[in-house]
C-alpha cells in the first residue's frame, strides 16, 4: 500500500475536524477505486453531505439521508448553493470538470479544499487546493479515517434540507396527467418500476441529464454513459458490451432521436448475438441539447436541430426486433411492462414533448450561482407527490 504523507493527513483531518459547513464531492475514481465503503464510513462518521458528479452517481447511494444529489451544470440548486456556500471541500476521485465548477474564479471561494486523487497531473490543474493527498482513493481513505472522529453536523444538513424548498421538483410520481409525455416522467417511471434494478446505458443529450436527475442509482456501475466525452451514439454497442459483461442483469439503453440513429446498424449485432436488450429512444423530434441552447441563449433560431427519423418502430421490426411507440403518460406501466417480459430486445420508441428543457441549467463557463432555474410555469412544478 502507498503510504501518504503523515503531514497530509494530519491536515486533512484537522480541516474536516474545523469545517462547519463541509461536502464531499465524490466523483468516478469512487468507482473506480472501489472505495464505496470507505466513502461511506467518512460521510458518516464525520456526517458530511454528499455530492455526486455525473461519473461518480452509483459511488454512493442515493437513497443515502446524507445524499445530496448531482453537482453541476444541470445538477441539482441546492448541491450547487452547499457547494458555494461550503467552508470545505472534500473531492474524492474527481477533476473538477469544467461541468461541474462553471467558471473557476468564482467557485467555492469560501472553502478549503482537500483532494485525493491518484493522478498528480490532476492537482491544482483547474482549482487549486490547500491539502492535496495522491494516491489510490481506497487506500488513501483507509489511512484516513483512523484520524476522523465522530462530528455533528446535523446543522449544516438541515441548512440544506431548508434550502430545497420548492425547487425540489423531483417528487413527480403523483403529477396529474395532462396528456404530454416528458422525457423526465419516462426517466421516474424506468426507475419505479425497474426498482432501479437495472443497467442503464445513456447516450448524450437531455435525455442524459434527465437520467442522471430522475433516476436513482444506488449502485455503482449501474450507470454507464461516455461523461465528458460526449460520445453520441455511445449508448447502444456500450450497452451490447454491458449485457455480455453481466448476461443476467436487465439492460436498458437510453438514447436520444439524433444518437441512436448514429450507431443504429448495430441493432443487427443484438439480432446476431440474441442479447436481451430493451431501448428507449427518447424521440424530441430535435438534436435537444444544442436546441436548448439555442432557445436560452441564440433566441430560438432552431438551425439544424429539428431532426428528421426513421420510424423507430418499423426499423426495430426491419431487424426483427419488437416494439411500439408510447404518446402518453397513461401508457408507459404497460409499454415497460411489455418489453420486460419480452423475450428478446424490445424497442420503446417515446414520442416526448419536442421543446422541453433540462433544468436547472448553469450557462458554461458562468459561476454555480448563475443558475437558471425551471420556471414557475413549467408543469413538471405543478405538483409535487412522493418520490
Ligand atoms: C451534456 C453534458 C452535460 C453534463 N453535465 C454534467 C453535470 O451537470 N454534472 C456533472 O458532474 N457532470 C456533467 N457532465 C459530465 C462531465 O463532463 C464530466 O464527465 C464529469 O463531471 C466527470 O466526473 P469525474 O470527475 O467524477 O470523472 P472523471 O472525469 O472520470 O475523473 C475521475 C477522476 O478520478 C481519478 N481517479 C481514477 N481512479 C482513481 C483512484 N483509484 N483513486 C483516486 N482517484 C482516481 C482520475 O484520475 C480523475 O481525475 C456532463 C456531460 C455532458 C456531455
Ligand atoms: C458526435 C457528436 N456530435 C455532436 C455533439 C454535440 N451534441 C451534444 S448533445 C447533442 C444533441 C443530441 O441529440 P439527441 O441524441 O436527439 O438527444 P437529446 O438531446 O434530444 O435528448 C449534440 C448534437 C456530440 N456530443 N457528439
Ligand atoms: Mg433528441
Given at each position: 500500500m502507498l503510504h501518504?504523507?503523515?503531514?497530509?493527513?494530519?491536515?486533512?483531518?484537522?480541516?474536516?475536524?474545523?469545517?462547519?459547513?463541509?461536502?464531499?464531492?465524490?466523483?468516478?475514481?469512487?468507482?473506480?477505486?472501489?472505495?464505496?465503503?470507505?466513502?461511506?464510513?467518512?460521510?458518516?462518521?464525520?456526517?458530511?453531505?454528499?455530492?455526486?458528479?455525473?461519473?461518480?452517481?452509483?459511488?454512493?447511494?442515493?437513497?443515502?439521508?446524507?445524499?445530496?444529489?448531482?453537482?453541476?451544470?444541470?445538477?441539482?440548486?441546492?448541491?450547487?448553493?452547499a457547494i458555494q456556500e461550503s467552508d470545505l471541500l472534500i473531492a474524492c476521485g474527481?477533476?473538477?470538470?469544467?461541468?461541474?465548477?462553471?467558471?473557476?474564479?468564482?467557485?467555492?471561494?469560501?472553502?478549503?479544499?482537500?483532494?485525493?486523487?491518484?493522478?498528480?497531473?490532476?492537482?491544482?490543474?483547474?482549482?487549486?487546493?490547500?491539502?492535496?493527498?495522491?494516491?489510490?482513493?481506497?487506500?488513501?481513505?483507509?489511512?484516513?479515517?483512523?484520524?476522523?472522529?465522530?462530528?455533528?453536523?446535523?446543522?449544516?444538513?438541515?441548512?440544506i434540507e431548508e434550502s430545497k424548498g420548492v425547487v425540489a421538483v423531483r417528487d413527480i410520481k403523483n403529477l396529474p396527467d395532462s396528456g404530454h409525455l416528458y422525457a423526465a416522467h419516462v426517466m421516474h417511471d424506468l426507475w419505479r418500476i425497474t426498482g432501479g434494478n437495472a443497467i442503464v446505458v445513456t447516450d448524450v443529450g437531455q435525455h442524459q441529464m434527465w437520467e442522471a436527475q430522475y433516476f436513482h442509482h444506488e449502485t455503482p456501475r449501474s450507470l454507464i454513459t461516455s461523461g465528458g466525452l460526449g460520445t453520441m451514439g455511445f449508448a447502444l454497442p456500450a450497452a451490447i458490451g454491458a449485457k455480455m459483461a453481466c448476461p443476467d442483469k436487465e439492460v436498458w439503453v437510453i438514447a436520444g432521436d439524433g444518437g441512436f440513429q448514429m450507431t443504429a446498424a448495430e441493432l443487427s449485432t443484438i439480432v446476431q448475438e440474441n442479447l436481451k436488450i430493451n431501448i428507449a429512444v427518447i424521440n424530441n423530434g430535435y438534436l435537444g441539447m444544442v436546441r436548448q441552447w439555442q432557445e436560452f441563449f441564440y433566441e430560438k433560431n432552431y438551425e439544424a436541430t429539428p431532426l428528421v427519423s426513421p420510424d423507430f418502430v418499423k426499423l426495430a421490426d426491419a431487424h426483427g426486433i419488437a416494439g411500439r411507440a408510447v404518446k402518453t403518460r397513461a401508457e408507459v406501466d404497460a409499454a415497460v411492462d411489455e418489453a420486460r417480459k419480452h423475450d428478446g430486445p424490445y424497442l420503446l420508441n417515446f414520442l416526448v414533448e419536442k421543446e422541453d428543457s433540462v433544468y436547472p441549467m448553469i450557462p458554461a463557463g458562468s459561476s454555480l450561482h448563475e443558475m437558471i432555474r425551471r420556471p414557475e410555469s413549467n408543469p413538471l412544478v405543478e405538483s409535487a407527490g412522493d418520490k
Open positions: 501518504v504523507e503523515e503531514s497530509g493527513l494530519a491536515q486533512a483531518a484537522e480541516l474536516i475536524r474545523n469545517a462547519q459547513r463541509p461536502v464531499i464531492l465524490a466523483g468516478h475514481g469512487v468507482i473506480e477505486s472501489g472505495a464505496m465503503e470507505q466513502l461511506r464510513t467518512l460521510a458518516e462518521r464525520a456526517q458530511v453531505p454528499v455530492a455526486l458528479s455525473l461519473l461518480g452517481l452509483g459511488g454512493f447511494p442515493a437513497s443515502h439521508p446524507l445524499n445530496l444529489g448531482m453537482m453541476g451544470m444541470h445538477g441539482e440548486a441546492w448541491v450547487n448553493d474527481m477533476r473538477f470538470d469544467d461541468r461541474v465548477i462553471g467558471k473557476p474564479s468564482t467557485y467555492a471561494l469560501k472553502a478549503k479544499k482537500i483532494h485525493i486523487e491518484v493522478d498528480p497531473a490532476e492537482i491544482n490543474k483547474n482549482i487549486k487546493v490547500d491539502v492535496a493527498l495522491v494516491g489510490d482513493l481506497g487506500e488513501v481513505l483507509e489511512q484516513l479515517l483512523p484520524r476522523i472522529a465522530g462530528r455533528d453536523g446535523s446543522k449544516w444538513i438541515r441548512t
